[in-house]
């Protein structure tokens, strides 16, 4: 299964990504008023590619225009050619009705098994956002950021 929507290709923040133990922030400005980054209903949308062994340590994002109709959105971990690992892992059922930042930490434990917050893999992945609401994601702006660190 291929991602519907992959803006992956676009990446521009990963610094710095080589040398062991060094922490840095991916981020990812998503304007969905531009039709081909709209994600319909039921659809995957790929944000962000994560090397192996890069820890995810938190996934979270900021409204910056919202879209009151779109309440159901999961975020999770994705094989390179879209297969879900935890479509779920870092977020389920948040919203973009609403402005501001938005994060899914409580419970969460690292993994190299479940795709979950904390999740890292021996081979590259993908985080991705799954549209689970009945309406498509077509007028919010989003900024989407990964914390992450270098394993190796």
């Known amino acids: ?7 992956t290709g676009r990446e521009k923040a990963a610094i710095p ?5 060094k922490n840095f922030l991916m981020k990812r400005s998503v304007d969905f008023t531009v039709v081909a980054n709209q994600v319909a209903s039921g659809k ?14 938190e996934v979270f ?3 910056q225009t919202a879209e009151a109709n779109v309440t159901d959105i999961d975020i999770g971990s994705f094989t390179t050619a879209g297969v879900g ?8 059922a948040k919203s973009l009705a609403a402005l501001g930042l938005i994060r899914a930490l409580s419970g969460k434990t690292y993994s190299r098994q479940d795709g979950t917050a904390g999740y890292f893999s ?4 993908v985080i991705g956002l799954t549209n689970d609401d ?3 994601i ?8 990964a914390v992450c660190m270098n394993l190796v």
């Open 1 to 7: 299964m291929a991602f519907d929507v992959d803006l």
């Open 17 to 21: 990504v080589d040398g062991i133990l």
């Open 44 to 57: 995957v949308c790929a944000l962000f590619q994560v090397p192996a062994y890069v820890l995810v340590e």
């Open 61 to 63: 994002y900021d409204v």
């Open 85 to 92: 690992v935890a479509a779920t892992g870092f977020m389920e």
């Open 122 to 125: 021996q081979s590259p992945w």
């Open 134 to 136: 009945a309406d498509t």
């Open 138 to 145: 077509a007028t919010a702006v989003v900024d989407f950021f």
